[in-house]
């Protein structure tokens, strides 16, 4: 209970987060944070660098409007910079239209 006094009031939405998380659950390690900003704190996020600074690639599919599952799959073929969030092309081979009819 004390340690929650001393974390003072949670907003609606937001949870527990430590700073540092090798340390100690202790109110100059914790904060109030949103799911969002808990989920840009993981060990596995990809960075990416942008104009804007370093970005994780969650943050920079909702800044950017691109999908970010497109971002992942650039980043894995080596895309950077203004590649990375160049316009959207379809990859997929498009069928050609004897499959669509045979049969």
């Not at 340390?23 to 799911?35: D, I, K, M, Q, V």
């Not at 799959?73 to 160049?86: E, I, P």
Request: charged share 20%; proline share 4%; hydrophobic share 30%.
């Amino acid at each position: 209970m004390n340690f929650l006094k001393d974390m003072g009031d949670k907003s609606s939405g937001m949870t527990l987060e430590r700073i540092n998380n090798a340390g100690n659950y202790e109110p100059g390690n914790c904060r109030w944070a949103t799911l969002p900003e808990q989920g840009n704190n993981k060990r596995n996020n990809i960075i990416t660098v942008t104009e804007y600074g370093h970005l994780t690639l969650s943050e920079l599919a909702r800044m950017s409007g691109i999908p970010y599952q497109t971002l992942y799959c650039r980043v894995r073929r080596g895309w950077k910079n203004q590649r990375l969030l160049g316009p959207i092309r379809c990859c997929r081979r498009r069928m050609s239209t004897t499959s669509l009819t045979a049969g």
